[in-house]
């Protein structure tokens, strides 16, 4: 009996996915300045994956770690340092509505 070929996407797909459905509603609400620089969704890779569910699960642990993912991201590789940067302002939101968080408690 042959395989059949499976419906499920990979991780990868579904990553990618995730992302280009983002763009699409900051697209339609006239903000796109986060997925400029990531023309080409499809070179997003598995480290890139890795890296988005760290941020989503951990956003403290995935700023200690952005440096070294950032820097090994060849540079001609322009999505994915784009992506790079759209996390790094994803991490800094959380902190700054952190920061914001803790302004606004009663003393």
């Known amino acids: 009996m042959e395989n059949a070929p ?4 990979s991780p990868l797909e ?9 763009a699409a ?11 400029l ?6 070179q997003l890779t598995d480290e890139d994956r890795a890296m988005w569910e760290l941020v989503n699960a951990d956003w403290r642990e995935a700023a200690k770690k952005t440096h070294t993912y950032q820097n090994a991201i060849p540079k001609d590789l322009h999505s994915r340092r784009g992506f790079a940067a759209f996390i790094n302002n ?3 939101d959380r902190q ?4 914001q968080a803790e302004k606004s408690k009663p003393e």
Request: no cysteine.
């Open 14 to 22: 579904a990553f990618r996915a995730e992302i280009r459905e983002r």
């Open 25 to 35: 509603a900051e697209a339609a609400v006239g903000k796109t300045g986060h997925f």
């Open 6 to 9: 499976s419906n499920e996407s």
């Open 90 to 92: 994803y991490i800094m």
């Open 37 to 42: 620089d990531i023309p080409d969704i499809d």
């Open 96 to 99: 700054w509505a952190e920061i």
